[in-house]
């Protein structure tokens, strides 16, 4: 009943950039907590960056000052904005939305299908 939909990884050098977006459809009636997520073989998946729906935010310390996230309330979308990229920040990165179905219910995490970033030269 709902889907979030994740696009904008791919391969980039040290020190470039990429926009990550993910945009939630179906039966929604309201987001709380939007985040993104991210894992490497071998390691256990972290939080990288998470808003509300105020827009208030908080980061991994490893991506503070390089990564920002934001998010479009009327598009349902979240958005990871990723400068200065690092041979660490390859990863498969992962959408999450905490969704309410309908008025009154209990919000549930959805997640993301993973999109892949690279960082190499």
């Known amino acids: 009943q709902v889907q979030l939909v994740e696009s904008g990884g791919g391969l980039v050098q040290p020190g470039g950039s990429l926009r990550l977006s993910c945009a939630a459809s179906?039966?929604?009636?309201?987001?709380?907590?939007m985040g993104w997520y991210r894992q490497a073989p071998g390691k256990q998946r972290e939080l990288v960056a998470a808003?509300?729906?105020?827009?208030?935010?908080n980061y991994a310390d490893s991506v503070k000052g390089r990564f920002t996230i934001s998010r479009d309330n009327a598009k349902n979308t979240v958005y990871l904005q990723m400068n200065s990229l690092l041979p660490e920040d390859t990863a498969v990165y992962y959408c999450?939305?905490?969704?309410?179905?309908?008025?009154?219910?209990?919000?549930?995490?959805?997640w993301g299908q993973g999109t892949q970033v690279t960082v190499s030269s």
């Open positions: 999450d939305a905490e969704v309410a179905v309908r008025m009154g219910v209990i919000p549930h995490d959805y």
């Open positions: 179906g039966s929604i009636f309201s987001i709380n907590n």
């Open positions: 808003i509300t729906s105020s827009g208030s935010t």
